[in-house]
């Protein structure tokens, strides 16, 4: 009766809905129903921070060469991510492929010990600009492997800063074929298993020019009504 009484006291776009990490997808279905059908806002997010995403298909935020095609891979790249704490299992088939292939291993961006060896980068942005333009001295090494993979961590996929990693290194793989039917070397490594589900639902507010409508709107003090799912 509370939560009903301040939404009929208030603006559809006056309330918005935020979705925590642990929310179950069926949760989320609903909650999007109630503020689409019955309160009719549009106002709802399933980040916390300001991480860029790419929903326009589903390869943009999901981790397409999969588990499995890890043993498969001639080369790895970890651009800002730690396996080892973000995603253990990853990391033990990253391991398992060092030892049984000798494969290279490359990081933008310094993990600490990940159990393995790799090459460490640097932490710059500059880094990846050098290695799409094919002025890297790993430039060459990458353009030769034929089935690399790069794994995109979320602290890579902050703000500006994030839509430019993203967007660069994609079209750095789609230019270079490897993103088609066989091997797709792009993969998007989310910290919380919900994420995938609420890009799946939907459950984001972004326009083609503002990837962060709601946080915008809500430093902006637009909102007066905040429910809180999870």
Request: net charge positive.
């Amino acid at each position: 009766e509370i939560i009903l009484k301040k939404i009929k006291t208030h603006k559809k776009e006056n309330i918005a809905g935020l979705v925590g990490d642990l929310v179950d997808l069926e949760t989320m279905f609903a909650f999007k129903m109630l503020f689409k059908h019955s309160i009719g806002s549009q106002n709802i997010e399933f980040r916390s921070k300001k991480i860029y995403i790419n929903p326009s298909e589903r390869i943009n935020y999901i981790f397409n060469s999969s588990i499995n095609g890890i043993e498969e891979s001639d080369l790895i790249v970890l651009v800002g991510t730690n396996p080892r704490l973000e995603a253990s299992i990853i990391n033990a088939r990253i391991r398992k492929s060092f030892l049984k292939n000798k494969i290279k291993i490359l990081s933008i961006g310094n993990p600490g010990n990940l159990s393995y060896p790799y090459e460490y980068l640097g932490s710059d942005v500059s880094v990846i600009q050098k290695i799409i333009s094919n002025n890297h001295e790993l430039s060459s090494d990458i353009k030769k492997s034929k089935r690399p993979l790069f794994i995109i961590g979320q602290s890579a996929l902050i703000e500006k800063k994030g839509e430019y990693i993203f967007e660069s290194i994609k079209n750095y793989l789609c230019k270079n074929n490897f993103i088609n039917e066989k091997w797709n070397a792009l993969n998007v490594l989310n910290q919380n298993a919900s994420h995938v589900g609420a890009l799946d639902l939907g459950m984001y507010s972004i326009d083609e020019k503002n990837n962060y409508v709601f946080f915008d709107k809500l430093k902006n003090n637009n909102f007066k009504v905040l429910y809180l799912l999870g």
